[in-house]
């Protein structure tokens, strides 16, 4: 079907001119609004104003100008329905074949540190929406484009055959239903934020894809990345990469994982992931030292794994990350230096992420087989607890440091968690158990002879006496954990007999 009338009314104004003059070429008369119009008649373009159509005038600011019988049965209509074309015959409506549309820029003003909240309703388009959705159901035969890196493309097939393709019709209009959803998803979002509501009824996220990746979690799984409409700034959809291949599926979850962990310090850490979990942590007064413990923690695991560092990365430890096979080292930043040393592994990933910048708590989703679930995010740490210690002795002051760390680690392990700490590192992980004896022996046994005097931290509290047991038999002389267990007391007895101070949270940190 040839395109004789087009609409075109855009608050993108990207590459239209060019657009709109080539299909003036073509013989398409173009009906246009408000600044549209004075943009293309700038331009020496020819365009019939939206008021010529509809005869009305554009009223309220233009919040009424397109919602008209004029415009919408000029979409709706279908053209090879006879009764649909005599009732525009009949009320002299001319059809419309094109429309080009995009909406008023919602999310740009919300994204405002300053919005004030009368300026973010007052860009919520109307009119546009209601122009793309008759469009988009009609798209047998009408073209409908929202995004303007389309244009070309529907220049090529009207030059080459005077018409649009109902194949590209079809994915334009799909298109225009994406983006339609995304923008109401936006504006419910904001305003569900606006009054507080905490549990909805009903939930639409929307996001933007970042990138396609190469496969998911195995070679035979397609997967892309995607991000939110507002990133925060510590997040690996901010990541800068500086150098090295293109992440993986795996890359990014493990990054992000090691992301949170680091962001637990403010001191020099460094942290190392494999598969989800870290294997050695470690803070110092600088970053090299810091590393060398995380290296130290587990020397093993670390091969092949993923390290975090909340400070810049200098020469020094660039040359001792240079040293190990890493596929991704983070940093809020590296030196010269750093970079000179560490680009010279052409595959090693360097990502900049401002780790140190503090955010507000995000809803944590994840996907089941047919829905949704959604909690917040846990940012509880010792600050937000009330510790009680119902041993006999309490912690000493370098055993409050490493409860300390490993209580903030155990809360980013797979659960069952134990975890180990003693000078500034930890020494044992035990992750993804399905009991707490169980991830405490492999704790224990990673961490051998440093067990003994380190620090025990457990994401959930001792269903029984067993594990605090298997703690003293290794030399653990401090533990930290939520408590709450009905037998607490023979957890605190067994503490006791060894001489073992204990520490109740009152907070637990499952992570499935």
Known sequence: MTVKRALVSVSNKENLVPFVKELIDLGVEVISTGGTKSLLEENGLKVIGISEVTGFPEIMDGRVKTLHPNIHGGLLAVRNNPNHMEQLEQNKIETIDMVVVN??????????????????????????PSMLRSAAKNHEDVTVLVDPQDYQVVLEELKASGEV????????????????????????????????????????????????????????????????PFVPVASLANAKQLHGKELSFNNIKDADAALQIVREFTEPAAVAVKHMNPCGVG?????????????????TSIFGGIVALNHEVDGETATKLHEIFLEIVIAPSFSQEALDILTAKKNLRLLTIDVK?????????????????????????????????????????????????????????????????????????????????????????QALEKAQGSALGSDAFFPMSDT????????????????????DEDSIRMADEYGITMVFTGVRHFKH
């Open 103 to 128: 909406l008023y820029p919602f999310k740009e003003t919300i994204a405002k540190p300053d919005v004030e909240f009368q300026d973010a309703i007052e860009n919520i388009d109307i009119g546009g």
């Open 165 to 228: 393709s109902l194949e590209k019709k079809q994915r334009l209009a799909a298109k225009v239903f994406r983006h339609t959803a995304a923008y109401d998803a936006l504006i419910a979002e904001f305003l569900t934020k606006k009054v507080g509501e905490e549990d909805p009824e009903s939930v639409t996220y929307t996001f933007e894809k970042k990138q396609a990746l190469r496969y998911g979690e195995n070679p035979h799984q397609k997967a892309s990345f995607y991000q939110k």
């Open 283 to 299: 803070v110092g007064a600088s970053t090299v030292e810091a590393f060398a413990r995380c290296y130290e923690a587990d020397p």
């Open 357 to 445: 910048v503090l955010s507000k708590p995000e809803k944590v989703l994840q996907s089941v087989r047919g829905g949704l679930l959604v909690q917040d995010e846990d940012t509880l740490s010792l600050d937000d607890v009330e510790v009680t210690i119902p041993t006999k002795r309490e912690p000493s002051d370098q055993e409050w440091k490493d409860l300390t760390l490993a209580w903030k680690v155990v809360k980013h392990v797979k659960s069952n968690a134990i975890v180990l700490a003693k000078d500034e590192m930890t020494v044992g992980v035990g992750a993804g158990q399905m009991n707490r004896v169980g991830a405490a022996k492999i704790a224990i046994e």
């Open 468 to 487: 605090v047991e298997a703690a003293a038999k290794a030399g653990v002389t401090a533990i930290i954990q939520p408590g709450g267990s009905i037998k």
